[in-house]
């Protein structure tokens, strides 16, 4: 609760992370802490370069994906993902981000997917299968490496 944001269940989608305070656009929700660095990409696994993938400490691997989310990426000092507000976020809403934003590919989920957004894609994907559009709108809340991911492919 002092940290602004608690675990919660969810309607239909088992657990998530909610807003106990609100968040003004831009400000840091949750510090990433890595716990674990990991021999491949699965599930719950935060990409951290082209092949390095880690666990995350804390709760932030309770933050569920939608397609239209509050919140991106900002990578600390530490290699780390920090979530932040891609708006301002009020009490008691869940904060989410995309799947997208962290990882180049995303194949360990439904073929559908539950955020239940209005414009959501209908497949939880990675940054590599995200449309142009929607890569636009999440700039500034990405890590990095996916746009030099995006350069190697072209």
Known sequence: MKDGFELRVTEGKGEGIFAT?????????????I????????SHA???GENKYVLHAGSISKVNHSCDPN???SVNETGAHDFVAMRDIIVNEEITFDYAMRNYGVNYF?????CGSKICRGKITGWKDLPDERKKIYEGFIAPYLLELDAKSK
Not at 35 to 42: M, R, T, W, Y
Not at 110 to 114: D, F, I, N, R, S
Request: glycine content about 10%.
């Open 21 to 33: 305070r609100s968040f003004k656009t831009r400000e840091i929700v949750m510090v990433g802490i």
């Open 35 to 42: 716990e674990k660095v990991l021999d491949g990409n699965h």
């Open 46 to 48: 935060s990409q951290i």
């Open 71 to 73: 919140c991106g990426i």
């Open 110 to 114: 439904p073929k559908q997917c539950m």
